[in-house]
């Protein structure tokens, strides 16, 4: 157990529809950064909180949207979904990445059917 | 346009020889470069890292090598053995802040017994 929490593990849905993917970092870190992994992109940088604030932001579509809560826990919104956002969604934190890289969940498996 | 490369998608070794897993990168502003390896179903896992002040940095079984002027850094595992067996990722940072860590596609490790 890494001591990050992503919730669902899989997730089945229409094209059209909407979800949200949550994700726990690991107690006392800041930072939660969400990536995701198609079979053809490999590990793709979507955004970054830092303390509730948006800090960096990487190939995110404008139909997704990500938020810090208070509590640090983040949400990844995925809205008129297509066939292609397809993907295994990650969520990680960090607390001295430089040294330690990030430590990430195990996944949110997304199907659009 | 990809900025970490790795070029072979798979490499195959027996058990107790050595694997080679190799990695170039385009920027010579990056200056922090990572390792991760990747079982199926779990998210990736740090392995180790490098300061490109540094050209060689060994943990174990596992050591990486960076060579600045040709921007290609490859990871050494002596002796390999089945467990592992994994996809493994090189990593940098776009900053200097640590954040945004960017991804090679990755390269599949098959250790025989």
């Known amino acids: 157990d890494s001591g990050v929490t992503q919730t669902p593990k899989h997730l089945i849905t229409a094209t059209g529809q909407r979800v949200t993917l949550r994700c726990s970092p690991r107690s006392g870190d800041l930072s939660v950064y969400w990536y995701q992994q198609s079979l053809d992109q490999g590990l793709q940088f979507l955004i970054q909180?830092?303390?509730?604030?948006?800090?960096a932001k990487g190939n995110i579509l404008e139909r997704f949207s990500a938020q810090q809560f208070p509590d640090l826990h983040s949400e990844l919104n995925l809205s008129s979904l297509e066939l292609g956002d397809s993907a295994l969604y990650f969520c990680a934190s960090s607390v001295a990445p430089q040294a330690y890289g990030y430590t990430f969940g195990s996944g949110t498996r997304l199907t659009v059917v | 346009d990809q900025q970490v490369k790795q070029n072979s998608p798979s490499l195959s070794v027996q058990e107790g020889r050595i694997s080679i897993l190799n990695c170039d990168y385009t920027?010579?502003?990056?200056?922090?470069f990572l390792w991760y390896k990747k079982y199926p179903a779990e998210g990736p896992t740090f392995l180790i890292s490098i300061s490109s002040i540094k050209d060689k940095n060994e943990d174990g079984r596992f050591t990486v090598f960076l060579n600045k002027s040709a921007k290609h850094l490859s990871l050494h595992i002596v002796p390999s053995q089945p467990g592992d067996s994994a996809v493994y990722f090189c990593?940098?940072?776009?900053?200097?802040?640590?954040?945004?860590?960017?991804f090679g596609k990755g390269t599949t490790l098959s250790v025989s017994s």
């Open positions: 990593a940098t940072f776009l900053n200097q802040a640590g954040t945004a860590l960017i």
């Open positions: 909180y830092y303390n509730g604030e948006e800090r």
């Open positions: 920027n010579s502003m990056f200056d922090y």
